[in-house]
């Protein structure tokens, strides 16, 4: 009886040790030299980016991943993404003009706050750490600005992956040539004077206009032109999308009865917005009406049909004076662009994470003693082919040996690279993945460390065969 109490007391303890050690943060430290008219605001985001930097440097150490290669790839894709903006901000406070030594000033100001702040949010690296809490928050007593913090984290290991492998990716997103925009708008117990203006167009154009400048904007980088679309090309988009890939492909504007604009959708999004508007009450006497917005939207890869964003807007409600006809029409238009644009602000990181087209190979595996050793060769290959974006699935499986469908991104020659630096790569403890005797670069045995070696095993076979000749 004494022993089985024990023995509950061990197991007890021991499961409070697991479950303490899967609840544990991540110790992370950050530090930032401020500046004398920096906001604590701006200073805590700073300490927060650097602590949350070193947690996740951490993290992929311990996940096996490459984080020196991690943060490089991230550093070049922020340069290639902060260059453009760099240059808008150089043309705004005259930089190309001989600038006066207090115009400089101010614009390397204006520059470290924005880099900085944006460098801070890039890729929302925060988006894996799930928690945190703050142990130390102190400024050096010599050094008044250098600042430093002392944090612990929990981190979601599951979304930090697929955050590296994006971010190692050969490939930036994929390119695109066109956003098409078409918007529908809609009114309920309304008529557009109400609005204050007296036709559709005359209230719907602007606010296409300011979507259209801010995508400009806000994008530029990733899409060569926006197009507002009519309703003869939305039929056309909406045509392309259900047309058949291979009769897209040989479909001419001589033969075919419904021609398809082949080369002018390829590599396109297609936005689509819908608004609703609609009055909930009014008061004459104070000559002020109640509004109702609501509505959704859309983006569409037009290559594949898929839904690459979606968004419902909340539905809300506003109070507008109706005294001045042309207030009120700015109004509610201002109102409504900012309702949308405010989360087109997430478009930059969906058209990232399209995902490129992929090329694939057959891989024969050898040696496996249960099928989970597929699956663990699968984990190895997409660590070490992160930067061609390996994904591997099990085709075929029988015995020993099994077939496994590689797909990646890229050209071949790097594919092989990859595949010949894969000898001597572990899969678990004791065992590794090694080149195959037939010496072909797509065929590989799991190999036990306490094994014979393979150019021992290639020697006896030879012999073997000598001595049966």
């Not at 697991?18 to 943060?25: E, H, L, Y």
């Not at 949350?52 to 490459?66: C, N, R």
């Amino acid at each position: 009886m004494i022993r089985k109490s024990l023995l509950l007391l061990v197991c007890c303890l021991f499961s409070t040790f697991v479950i303490a050690d899967s609840n544990s943060g991540i110790d992370g430290e950050g530090r930032f030299y401020a500046k004398d008219d920096d906001s604590l605001s701006f200073i805590k985001s700073q300490l927060l980016h650097s602590a949350f930097s070193d947690v996740i440097t951490k993290e992929l150490k311990f996940l096996g991943l490459d984080a020196s290669q991690f943060w490089k790839s991230y550093d070049e894709k922020f340069e290639s993404y902060f260059s453009p903006i760099k240059e808008q901000m150089q043309k705004k406070y005259g930089m190309d003009n001989k600038p006066n030594l207090a115009a400089k000033k101010k614009f390397n100001q204006r520059h470290r706050l924005k880099r900085l702040g944006l460098k801070g949010k890039y890729g929302r690296l925060d988006r894996a750490v799930t928690s945190y809490s703050i142990k130390k928050m102190t400024r050096s007593p010599q050094i008044p600005n250098s600042r430093y913090i002392n944090l612990s984290a929990k981190v979601d290991r599951k979304l930090l992956k697929k955050i590296y492998f994006q971010m190692i990716s050969d490939r930036d997103a994929k390119e695109i040539k066109t956003i098409f925009v078409s918007t529908d708008f809609d009114i309920h117990d309304l008529n557009w004077s109400e609005i204050g203006v007296e036709l559709e167009k005359d209230f719907t154009t602007v606010i296409r206009d300011h979507w259209k400048k801010w995508l400009s904007e806000n994008l530029k980088t990733r899409f060569g032109q926006i197009e507002l679309t009519d309703p003869s090309v939305d039929k056309e988009l909406e045509g392309y999308l259900k047309a058949p890939k291979e009769a897209a492909v040989t479909a001419t504007s001589e033969d075919a009865t419904d021609p398809l604009p082949l080369n002018e959708f390829n590599d396109g999004l297609w936005l689509k917005v819908k608004i609703g508007l609609s009055k909930v009450s009014e008061d004459m006497l104070m000559m002020t009406r109640v509004y109702r917005l609501s509505g959704d939207f859309i983006l569409v890869d037009m290559n594949t049909g898929e839904i690459v964003h979606s968004f419902d807007l909340p539905i809300l409600t506003n109070k507008y004076s109706f005294e001045k006809t042309a207030q009120l029409s700015t109004n509610i238009a201002t109102w409504i662009y900012r309702s949308a644009s405010s989360e087109f602000t997430r478009f930059d990181e969906k058209i990232a994470a399209i995902p490129v087209q992929k090329k694939s190979v057959d891989l024969m595996i050898s040696g496996a003693e249960t099928f989970l050793d597929f699956e663990k060769v699968s984990d190895m290959l997409a660590i070490k082919g992160a930067s061609q974006r390996f994904s591997s699935k099990l085709i075929t499986y029988e015995g020993k040996k099994g077939k496994l469908r590689l797909k990646y991104t890229g050209d071949k020659e790097s594919l092989l690279a990859t595949l010949a630096a894969l000898t001597e790569s572990k899969i678990d403890e004791g065992r590794f993945l090694s080149k195959a005797p037939d010496e072909s670069p797509f065929s590989f045995v799991l190999v036990s460390e306490i094994a014979p070696a393979l150019e021992d095993i290639k020697s006896k076979d030879m012999k073997n065969e000598n001595v049966s000749q």
